[in-house]
T-cell receptor
């Protein structure tokens, strides 16, 4: 199984809502990532979890809260988002996060619209 | 930290022609260079990667070349087909597990 599965595929939420994005992989990977991607731009790293511990937070606003319940699951909790947070949110995983990196597998993403 | 520059930002070719996309990187310690293809509305997918112990790698119509001295690597697509149309991203890692992406190249293959 070389899949990274993300749910939901699409999400529309109001600025006062609380929602969560979910990501799952069963490849035994110990590094998991959240990226944000705007149209025709490269993915921007938000968070890195290595062995279930948060290792990188790219100065992401606190309205985004990551969680790694176990080595296969990664969540991104959303609260009080702004319209400019509308984007494609991509989860990825790789064998390890230590340099040098190995192949990162991306999920199909959650298309988030904040209204 | 690592900085990755990618050119061109858009590329239009006729079906059957070759396409070349170039990237430069700044961190001389980088030694893994993946290329991702992203079709409209879909996830980035790895199409080929190269490690610094080789200068070239080929997979059917796709090849990647690496010049460590000059710190640049290139993607070559031969005999392009309309289904090659997509945005292509190069990337290079920095210490700590952060994959730095280039700005992307929008490739259009005209039938």
């Amino acid at each position: 199984d070389t899949e990274v599965t993300q749910t939901p595929k699409h999400l529309v939420m109001g600025m006062t809502n609380k929602k969560s994005l979910k990501c799952e992989q069963h490849m035994g990977h110990r590094a998991m990532y959240w990226y944000k991607q705007k149209a025709k731009k490269p993915p921007e790293l938000m968070f890195v979890y290595s062995y279930e511990k948060l290792s990188i937070n790219e100065s992401v606003p606190s309205r985004f809260s990551p969680e790694c319940p176990n080595s296969s699951l990664l969540n991104l909790h959303l609260h009080a988002l702004q319209p400019e947070d509308s984007a494609l949110y991509l989860c990825a995983s790789s064998q390890v996060a230590e340099y040098p990196n190995t192949e990162a597998f991306f999920g199909q993403g959650t298309r988030l619209t904040v209204v | 930290g690592e900085n990755v520059e990618q050119h061109p930002s858009t590329l239009s070719v006729q079906e059957g022609d070759s396409a070349v996309i170039k990237c430069t990187y700044s961190d001389s310690a980088s030694n893994y260079f993946p290329w991702y293809k992203q079709e409209l509305g879909k996830r980035p997918q790895l199409i080929i990667d190269i490690r610094s112990n080789v200068g070239e790698k080929k997979d059917q119509r796709i090849a990647v070349t690496l010049n460590k001295t000059a710190k640049h690597f290139s993607l070559h697509i031969t005999e392009t087909q309309p289904e090659d149309s997509a945005v292509y991203f190069c990337a290079a890692p920095n210490p700590g597990g952060k994959l730095i992406f280039g700005q992307g190249t929008e490739l259009s293959v005209k039938p």
